[in-house]
């Protein structure tokens, strides 16, 4: 395996030196914010070490420590003595990841991409080369890619089929809605020409990278998908719940309405969070109560209808001053 590792090394530089200088290699950034799961942060860093890296292209692989302890950093340097190409380790003061975001874009100065991947994830090994090959396609300001849930053995059947926790995409195709941060290459051009950053409030709430991405469409810039990008997230037990998924649900419902209401006074972006959570609370409820009688119950489709209820009742909250802070973190 050393001797696979230095080959890797030497072909890498040997690219390099075989090209002209006129031919610039472009330079991507992948980042990973990690936060206490450091079994889950060996996995990611294996997976990210064996991507296949396409021809005239320079990577670096960034880990963001939000522990105050480093508690990632032995993982990180187990890593570096064996990682084929450059791996560094940073931290992140700041409770957030938004925060985290925020840094690694600081950091990706002198880099033309920055990818992202969650630290309970791992990658598919072409992952990069897939996101990479989309935005060679259209040129897209940011190029988001699926997300396969894996369920532990306490999950119910019926949630395994539906994998919602992932995010399925069928096919290349450009969207009209912002993506997340979990699987994504962003052209940092457009960071630079935009000055975009990540909302430092939403730092604890989420939904910080639905707010960056709304304001990519915002400015005109294009949005795609890229089917073969695919990544891999690890479920817990305590998420493979319907509580937890309604209690996402409502949190993104507030965090919606203020995206919803982001170039609004606060009085308008709350009346209108307050309008549109009734219509969904009572459109939903309706709908939840004619599907439990239509399929005698059945969790998926029923939990499907609570979707809108619980969006409705985060909006709801929203226009009362009220926020659930998904991410906040016991002292």
């Known amino acids: 395996m050393l001797a ?54 320079d990577v670096e692989f960034l880990i963001i420590d939000n522990d105050p302890a480093e508690g990632a950093r032995p993982v990180v340097a187990r890593w570096q003595e064996t990682f084929a190409l450059p791996l560094r380790y940073e931290t992140e003061r700041q409770p957030g990841v938004t925060h985290v975001r925020n840094k690694a874009l600081d950091l990706a100065e002198g880099f033309d991409f920055l990818a992202f991947i969650d630290d309970d994830e791992f990658a598919d090994a072409g992952w990069l080369a897939a996101l990479l090959a989309r935005y060679d396609a259209t ?16 999950a119910p059947g019926w949630m395994r089929d539906w994998a919602v926790h992932g995010t399925h995409i069928p096919a290349d195709e450009d969207q009209l809605k912002p993506g997340a941060t979990c699987n994504c290459l962003i052209d940092l051009k457009t960071v630079r020409d935009t000055g975009l950053r990540f909302e430092t409030r939403m730092s604890l709430t989420g939904g910080e990278d639905t707010l960056f991405f709304t304001r990519f469409l915002d400015a005109g810039y294009r949005l795609t998908r890229a089917k073969d990008a695919r990544v891999f997230e690890h479920v817990p037990e305590g998420r493979a719940t319907p509580n937890w998924l309604m209690r996402r649900w409502y949190r993104t419902g507030i965090t919606d309405a203020l995206i919803a ?71």
């Open 139 to 154: 040129g897209a300001a940011a190029v988001f890619g699926p997300v396969d849930p894996i369920y532990p053995n306490t």
């Open 261 to 331: 209401g982001r170039d609004m006074s606060p009085a308008k972006a709350r009346l209108r969070g307050l309008v549109h959570g009734i219509v969904r609370v009572a459109a939903g409820s309706a709908a939840v109560a004619l599907v439990a009688i239509a399929t005698l119950g059945n969790p998926r489709q029923v939990l499907a209808r609570c979707y809108t209820v619980c969006r409705g009742a985060g909006m709801i909250s929203f226009a009362f001053g009220k926020q659930y802070e998904e991410y906040g973190r016991k002292a």
């Open 4 to 57: 696979d590792r230095e080959d890797r090394r030497e072909m890498t530089q040997q690219t390099a030196n075989g090209r002209s200088d006129t031919a610039r290699r472009r330079k991507v950034l992948v980042a990973a914010p990690t936060h206490k799961r450091n079994d889950l942060l060996d996995g990611l860093l294996k997976s990210l070490n064996a991507l296949t890296i396409p021809e005239g292209t």
